[in-house]
């Protein structure tokens, strides 16, 4: 039985107290963490639950070989604090995933990456680093998250379909399914408002709302 390994959540706010409250129940491919405490600059309190909230020079002086997952959903900023906390010599820690997610096996998930309760993940999914799958989704067969998505709660993401580096998913979002070969594609960087129903490909960076999902005014976009 190996020692478990040091785990630092970065970002004390409401989603990285949720996962605190189960991330040491996580076993994924055996790897098992001890969460030591949280790293984050702007938290208005230095302890949650006995452990600690550290600025990320005290993180890596306290515990320089701990690993790191980013507890925070805008895709944009985790990208950030992965940067900064690598630059800081910390890396990132093996996947976090809630014993309860299903899956069917020969499915991959990088490291960073964190699946929350209630999740299923069917077969051939392949899951990229740092990447956030949070409560209660559905993620079916041959479909690819690549690194920095966010799934947020309740999401729903049918076969055959590829989810490009940091597009963020609102809550309850629906795709429907691309075909072998051919999968249903999410744009690096876009944004689906909650809710959604995603018919087609939606372009890199675009935002998309409704269902079925078409592209909000430029005007109106936000920056997730
Ligand atoms: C799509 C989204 C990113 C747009 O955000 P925004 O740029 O701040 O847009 P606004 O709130 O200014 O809304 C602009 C218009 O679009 C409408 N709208 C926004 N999101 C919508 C959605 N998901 N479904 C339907 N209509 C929506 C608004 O009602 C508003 O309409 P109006 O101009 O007639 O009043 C955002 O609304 C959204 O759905 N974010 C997902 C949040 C989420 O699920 N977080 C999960 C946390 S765990």
Known sequence: VTEPTDLLIYGAGGF????AAWAEESSWLGHRVRLRGFIDDGAPVTAIDE???LSIEQATAYWPDARFAIAVGTSSIRERLAAVAEAAGLRASPPLVHPSVITAGRSTIGDGSIVCPGTTLTTEV??????????HCTVTHDTRLDDFVTLSP?????GNVTVRRGAFMGTGAITINGAPGHPLIIGEGATV?????????VPAGATVFGAPARPMLSQHASST
């Not at 392949?126 to 409560?135: D, F, S, T």
């Not at 309740?154 to 049918?158: D, L, N, P, R």
């Not at 408002?193 to 490909?201: H, I, L, P, R, T």
């Open 16 to 19: 990285g107290r949720e996962v």
């Open 51 to 53: 452990r600690p909230v």
């Open 126 to 135: 392949e899951i990229g680093r740092h990447v956030i799958v949070n409560l």
């Open 154 to 158: 309740g999401t729903a993401i049918s």
């Open 193 to 201: 408002g909650a809710g959604s129903v995603v018919m087609k490909d």
